[in-house]
Nanobody
Framework: QVQLVESGGGLVQAGGSLRLSCAAS????????MGWYRQAPGKEREFVAA????????QYAVSVKGRFTVSRDNAKNTVYLQMNSLKPEDTAIYYC??????????????WGQGTQVTVAS
């Protein structure tokens, strides 16, 4: 069982930066691929970034590549999303995700409650 709690969201001007954190409980945090997703009003949830269990592999959506950086600290059971050069279209609720790579079925993924990010133009 993994519980995820996001923090760090807020209101920022376009061009600004925010760092989101996701604190995880559970002894097996380091075995999970961790990801960030977001959902804007009226839109479906979309993938933002992910990082492998050891941190050696990262993936990004095209829309955020070069602006966002995902990282993790397994000693602190925490994953981060550094967001720079924010744009109004980045406004969304950001969710932390934990995926066990040994279980392909994503119905068994864990999700946080989300944190709101609002970028003012």
């Amino acid at each position: 069982q993994v519980q995820l709690v996001e923090s760090g969201g807020g209101l920022v001007q376009a061009g600004g930066s925010l760092r989101l954190s996701c604190a995880a409980s559970g002894r097996t945090f380091s075995s999970y691929r961790m990801g960030w997703y977001r959902q804007a009003p009226g839109k479906e949830r979309e993938f933002v970034a992910a990082i492998s269990w050891g941190g050696g592999t990262t993936q990004y959506a095209v829309s955020v590549k070069g602006r966002f950086t995902v990282s993790r600290d397994n000693a602190k059971n925490t994953v981060y999303l550094q967001m720079n050069s924010l744009k109004p279209e980045d406004t969304a609720i950001y969710y932390c995700n934990a995926h066990n790579p040994l279980i392909p079925n994503t119905n068994y993924d864990y999700w946080g409650q989300g944190t709101q990010v609002t970028v003012a133009s």
